[in-house]
């Protein structure tokens, strides 16, 4: 990582910026919505993956600033949530792009799909990630 900041920081134009924009392992959790109810289920588990390179990103960010490629101007956390309509729609999500990074535990899936047969009003699935943002400007 830290080889693409520098090839980064190499073509980028004078004082441009680099916005770092990636969701941070933090044991999401996994809702039910209903109307105006929120039901937490339970958290998805960080796996060592996920969690590694987290810190790889960190530890890179912290090399460029340290070699004066890049000024760190602002630096925060948000959150967005991420919905789906179905059970089963977050599972393909888990299994075709997270599978590496989290884990949906037997229990928790458990919980979900109690809660979708208890509840049959309308309702949908919703998961809290965790956004990190930082703002980088290039230092000559």
Known sequence: ??????????????????LDLRPLANRWPVEVV????????????????GLAD?????????????SGWFVKEMEDIFYIYL???????????????????????D????LIQAAWKNDSGRKRLRIKMKMLLT?????E
């Open 83 to 105: 919905y789906w309509d179905t059970p089963e729609e977050l599972l393909v999500q888990m299994t075709e792009r997270w599978n590496d990074f989290v884990k949906l535990e």
């Open 54 to 66: 987290d810190m790889a990103a960190n530890t890179a960010i912290v090399e460029s600033e340290q």
């Open 135 to 139: 703002r980088l400007r290039k230092r």
């Open 1 to 18: 990582m830290v080889h693409a900041l520098e090839e980064i920081h190499r073509t980028l134009i004078p004082e441009g910026l680099l």
């Open 34 to 49: 209903t109307g105006r109810k929120t039901h937490r289920l339970g958290r998805l588990t960080d796996l060592p993956k």
């Open 107 to 110: 229990e928790t899936f458990e």
